[in-house]
Structure formats: structure tokens, C-alpha cells
């Protein structure tokens, strides 16, 4: 059984952080690829940040370059997006998410399975 629980959202002043964290069960990511999207009211789902299987190579939309670094914990069997510098236009559900294989950027129409969600706002 395959499950992800997102964790770690809240409301934060702009130019803070936030660490979010995402719990992997019954799935193998040295097979499948595991990435971090967001998705604002009444916009498209985005690719945020994702860690391709076959490497271990991180892609980041150029929005957070620099901001966000994506990270897996392997004893923990646990991946996290460390949001430092956020900004308004941050705000959005964060989804982590999985496919098999893996692409060389972060296509959140690949991605088969889904955790639930943890909000993040930012706002002053």
C-alpha cells in the first residue's frame, strides 16, 4: 500500500520559513521519482521541486530557486521542501507526490499518487 502524509503548513510572515515534511509508505524511491507541488485558488497545479529516482538530481522551478531546497531523509523514509525567504505569491496547498521512473523536471501530470495536502499562507 502505497500512502504520503504531508505535514509542517501554517501561516507565515513574509521573508520567513517553513519546513514541510512528507511520511512515504509502501513505496520504493530509489524506483519512483518523489517531488513537492502547489497549487493556488484558481490556478493550474505546479511542479515545485522533485528528486528524480535514477539520481537523486533535484529540479526547482525557477520561482523558488534559491529559496527551497528538497531533501530526503532515507532512514526516515521521509522527504522535506525547506521554504526559506517566502513570499506572498508562495501561498498555496503543497502536495508531495510520486510516479514511476523519473523525467528530468518536475511534471505534476506524471505524478499517480497523492498525499492530501498542508496549506501555507504567507502573509503580513
Known amino acids: 500500500e502505497a500512502q504520503l502524509v504531508e505535514s509542517g503548513g501554517g501561516l507565515v510572515r513574509p521573508g520567513g520559513s517553513l519546513r514541510l515534511s512528507c511520511a512515504v509508505s509502501?513505496?520504493?524511491?530509489?524506483?519512483?521519482?518523489i517531488g513537492w507541488f502547489r497549487q493556488a485558488p484558481g490556478k493550474e497545479r505546479e511542479g515545485v521541486s522533485c528528486?528524480?529516482?535514477?539520481?537523486?538530481?533535484?529540479f526547482y522551478v525557477d520561482s523558488v530557486k534559491d529559496r527551497f531546497t528538497i531533501h530526503r531523509d532515507r532512514a526516515e523514509n521521509t522527504v522535506y521542501l525547506q521554504m526559506d525567504s517566502l513570499r506572498p505569491e508562495d501561498t498555496a496547498t503543497y502536495y508531495c507526490?510520486?510516479?514511476?521512473?523519473?523525467?528530468?523536471?518536475?511534471?505534476?501530470?506524471?505524478?499517480?499518487?497523492w498525499g492530501q495536502g498542508t496549506q501555507v499562507t504567507v502573509s503580513s
Open positions: 507526490a510520486t510516479k514511476y521512473g523519473g523525467t528530468w523536471y518536475c511534471p505534476a501530470h506524471e505524478y499517480s499518487t
Open positions: 509502501g513505496i520504493n524511491l530509489n524506483v519512483y521519482s
Open positions: 528528486l528524480r529516482s535514477s539520481d537523486g538530481r533535484a
